[in-house]
């Protein structure tokens, strides 16, 4: 009997195609309410060197790993991890457990978005921004743990956004994510620049920058500002949580992988500073304002977007024009992330089931949004969403990224066969510097973050939550999603996905073998 021929994988069609939807994803919530205040409380205008660091050793090159990942077994993040080990596959499930964990919490902060979009126009929080944020429209108890209490405000937004996230989804990788991206990336880009020019005219908007660009040249002696630049490059380029490896497997065989990191990466520093432009240009104008220093109006995250913000377009001419650019930038961002997110596990299901991704965006979509009604428009829901953030962006992904890192590196010892399948298809050659980045510089980097957040957060807490709360939504999330990635690398794979990995595996090894430049790889001869 014949074997059963492997369905071809879905594709961007183009290069600019995944460039643009690569760019989306990594361009997020954090780059335009995290970046700024990392930067500003750590050094300032100093901190750019860090930071630039942090991006040439850790953050381009781990995109290279897990694009070369991706692509060469050409399927999602568990297939991919078992093909260099069958013991590696639980990574790749981890991976996929963090990015169903984000996706269920993340689509709300984008359903608060779009309700702001609206508020703007007549500034319905008033004269108290904070209390509307979390008394009138989340409605919060201020209670940790779970409310069947349900927020009908926040709640229709929030079917809106999976509506829209899933309906893309099903599209399919090219008529769907990259369409949506080829539209929304641009236009996000064009709309968050009117907004920063506007914010460059406000007046106040000069102390504002120099509050945020004078650099502190003594920060650099301080290990914690550098492992601030790592933490923002690591977590901003979405690189460990199986989302750029899943996007590389739907490129063609014949893609320029590390130059497309390149563009990647940069695109996405350069949103960062352009974010702490706009964001500290209009802090400046609300201290000038209120009459104090910018140190005492400046904020970051849910706080900065829906309380700090609002408070200054309150103040400010043509505010709600201000007002529906802001949001609407936060609402592009966020789909545009989230979106990449939901892939991640649709994919993995797809693969590990034989399903087809329309059905597994369905099935898998589908549960990740019921689940998202249910938790988070209640009155218990920013808490929930707070502790579950915390522990899976600090603990889960540093966690498992230094996890892949020393497997891949270390034990599989599988860089090698990475470096020469990047080398074969792509214009920017690396060796023996990459690796010594991605095996040495990123693991120690990331095991000082690890061991430092797991101290805090086992003596100190977490704001303050109970105990219960934490164990529940913090450590006992992630023991869970530990049980679940060994029992799920247990159950066996369809023919057609490990037949599709084989034949992939197979053709790229011919085309390394046979490229000129392979025996300079095994030589060493490489140029970065």
């Known amino acids: 009997m014949s074997a059963v021929k492997a369905p071809e994988r879905q594709v961007f069609v183009s290069r600019t195609a995944f460039i643009l939807a690569a760019i989306g994803s990594a361009i997020g919530l954090g780059n335009i309410w995290r970046f700024p205040y990392v930067a500003y409380d750590s050094g300032g205008g100093a901190f750019i060197i860090p930071y630039l660091v942090a991006l040439l050793t850790a953050g381009i090159p781990l995109l290279f790993m897990v694009y070369a990942i991706g692509h060469r077994a050409r399927s999602s993040a568990p297939l991919a991890y078992r093909s260099l080990h069958r013991a590696a596959e639980p990574i790749g499930w981890f991976k996929t457990g963090i990015a169903v964990c984000i996706g269920i919490y993340y689509a709300v902060i984008v359903a608060w978005a779009i309700s702001y979009t609206g508020f703007s126009f007549t500034q319905s929080w008033g004269e108290d921004a904070e209390g509307f944020f979390i008394a009138e429209y989340l409605q919060q108890s201020g209670e940790a743990g779970f409310s069947g209490s349900f927020v009908p405000a926040v709640m229709i937004p929030l079917v809106a956004v999976w509506v829209v996230c899933l309906v893309i989804l099903i599209a399919g990788v090219q008529n769907g994510i990259a369409r949506f991206s080829k539209v929304f990336v641009p236009l996000l880009a064009v709309i968050f620049a009117i907004m920063v020019v506007r914010a460059l005219f406000l007046p106040g908007a000069a102390a504002g920058l120099d509050a945020l660009f004078t650099p502190d040249w003594g920060a650099l002696a301080s290990p914690t500002v550098w492992v601030a630049a790592y933490g923002q490059i690591f977590f901003s380029l979405s690189i460990m949580f199986g989302i750029m490896l899943t996007y590389a497997s739907y490129l063609k065989k014949k893609t320029n992988l590390t130059g497309s990191g390149m563009v990647v990466g940069f695109a996405n520093s350069s949103f960062e500073m352009l974010a702490g432009v706009g964001v500290f240009a209009t802090l400046g104008f609300m201290a000038h304002v209120a009459g104090v220093g910018v140190d005492e109006v400046v904020s970051n995250g849910v706080g900065l977007a829906f309380i700090a913000f609002p408070t200054i377009i309150g103040e400010m001419p043509g505010g709600a024009i201000f007002g529906v650019l802001f949001f609407v930038s936060l609402i592009f961002a966020g789909l545009t992330s989230l979106v990449s997110i939901i892939q991640v596990p649709i994919a993995a299901i797809a693969d590990k089931t034989g399903i087809s991704e329309r059905t597994s965006t369905i099935v898998v979509g589908g549960l990740m949004a019921v689940a998202s009604i249910l938790i988070m428009p209640t009155a218990t829901g920013l808490s929930v969403l707070d502790t579950i953030d915390a522990f899976t962006n600090n603990l889960g992904i540093v966690g498992i990224a230094l996890v892949a ?124």
């Open 405 to 528: 890192i020393i497997a891949v590196g270390w034990l599989l010892r599988a860089l090698p066969r990475l470096r020469d399948h990047l080398n074969s298809i792509s214009s920017f050659k690396v060796g023996r510097i990459w690796i010594i980045c991605v095996c040495v510089i990123t693991p120690v980097v990331l095991g000082f973050m690890l061991v430092q957040q797991v101290v805090v957060f086992a003596q100190e807490g977490y704001e303050g939550y109970p105990t219960w709360h934490l164990v529940l939504f913090g450590w006992g999330l992630l023991a869970v999603l530990v049980c679940l990635s060994i029992l799920l690398s247990l159950v066996p794979w369809p023919r057609k996905s490990l037949e599709r990995v084989e034949r992939a595996r197979a053709e790229f090894e011919a085309e390394e073998a046979a490229a000129p430049e392979s025996a300079t790889r095994r030589t060493g001869g490489e140029n970065a």
